[in-house]
């Protein structure tokens, strides 16, 4: 079965610097999907950026940009020149390829990020 | 931001009796899916379908059905509810040709005493 483990529970950054959240998973698959997911307090889950698994260049979105290491199965989310807003949960999430059907997404626990003004 | 809305937002209830979540999309999208949301487990898959009448189960999906008559409309319904499933309820969606992305709902809160 696939996890996905994501080691720090809470961090905290300084306003208008970078920060990254680290997310590690597991599977035998080859071809698959990873995702980042903000909550903020309103609870609204927020597609935040996507990565497919058979495209070596790591994905970016404005300030936000992944670390894809395939090998090492670690999908880390960085965020740049950090702000207030950005103050949320996030989730790291896998899915395997559709080619096996409409799967599920696995998420990690999640890691409350805090912005210090 | 995808049209999907959720109904109740926020809902209490007693143990043992049955409760029915909806969620309603607009985008005619063919995979719809209930997820919930506890602390410590991220969110966990309870079913899903991916078409009008055609439903699975997720990992969680003891106590609870769904049905799916309408391709806009995706209910959930818990029997005979207990305090274990007290939760936040997401629900999503997913279309064919959005490279496997799932858009969420707003969430229900579940309070089940």
């Known amino acids: 079965a696939q996890t996905v483990t994501q080691s720090q529970p809470e961090m905290s950054v300084q306003e208008a610097e970078t920060v990254t959240l680290s997310c590690t998973y597991d599977?035998?698959?080859?071809?698959?999907?990873l995702f980042w997911y903000k909550q903020p307090p309103s609870r609204q889950m927020i597609l935040v950026i996507r990565?497919?698994?058979?495209?070596?260049q790591n994905a970016t979105e404005n300030r936000f940009s992944v670390n894809f290491q395939k090998a090492a199965k670690s999908f880390s989310l960085k965020i740049s020149d950090s702000q207030l807003g950005d103050a949320a949960m996030y989730f790291c999430a896998y899915r395997r390829s559709r080619d096996f059907g409409n799967e599920k997404l696995t998420f990690g626990t999640g890691t409350r990020l805090t912005i210090i003004p | 931001d995808a049209g999907i809305t959720q109904s109740p937002r926020h809902k209490v209830t007693e143990t043992g009796t049955p409760v029915t979540l909806r969620c309603h999309q607009t985008?005619?999208?063919?995979?719809m899916y209930w997820y919930r949301q506890d602390p410590g487990h991220g969110l966990r898959l309870i079913h899903y379908?991916?078409?009008?009448?055609?439903?699975d189960k997720g990992e969680v999906s003891d106590g609870y059905s769904v049905s799916r008559s309408k391709t806009e409309d995706f209910l959930l319904t818990l029997e005979s509810a207990t305090s274990s499933q007290t939760s936040v309820y997401f629900c999503?969606?997913?279309?064919?040709?959005?490279?496997?992305?799932?858009?969420f709902g707003p969430g229900t809160r579940l309070l089940v005493l």
């Open positions: 599977t035998s698959e080859s071809d698959y999907y």
């Open positions: 379908s991916y078409g009008v009448k055609d439903t």
């Open positions: 990565q497919e698994a058979y495209k070596q």
């Open positions: 999503a969606i997913s279309g064919v040709t959005e490279q496997e992305t799932q858009y």
């Open positions: 985008e005619n999208h063919r995979y």
